[in-house]
């Protein structure tokens, strides 16, 4: 009975924690609007140009959106295995 309190304990920390870091990401990241891309003649879908800003400016928010995606998986994968497999 106590290791299953503990381990709500410990789920709820981490789940607060997880929230926090996407809160932090989420306040703290100048979002930008497509008016306020760079325009360039020669490319008018500016793919190079997110992609700057994806890994300069947004690195952050990029890697833990990236956490979240493994995360989802892992769980999925978990959830998919079943009760017979353990």
């Known amino acids: ?49 997110i992609g700057v800003s994806v890994f300069t400016k947004y690195v952050v928010p990029f890697e833990i959106m990236a956490i979240v995606l493994l995360s989802a998986l892992i769980g999925a994968f978990y959830m998919g295995r079943g009760a017979d497999s353990k």
């Not at 926090?20 to 990241?29: A, L």
Request: negative net charge; without cysteine; charged residues 15%.
């Open 1 to 49: 009975m106590l290791g299953k309190i503990i381990n709500v304990i410990v789920a709820l920390l981490v789940v607060l924690l997880f929230l926090g870091m996407i809160g932090v990401s989420v306040i703290g990241t100048g979002w930008d609007t497509v008016e306020e891309l760079p325009q360039t003649p020669e490319d008018q879908s500016n793919i190079e140009r």
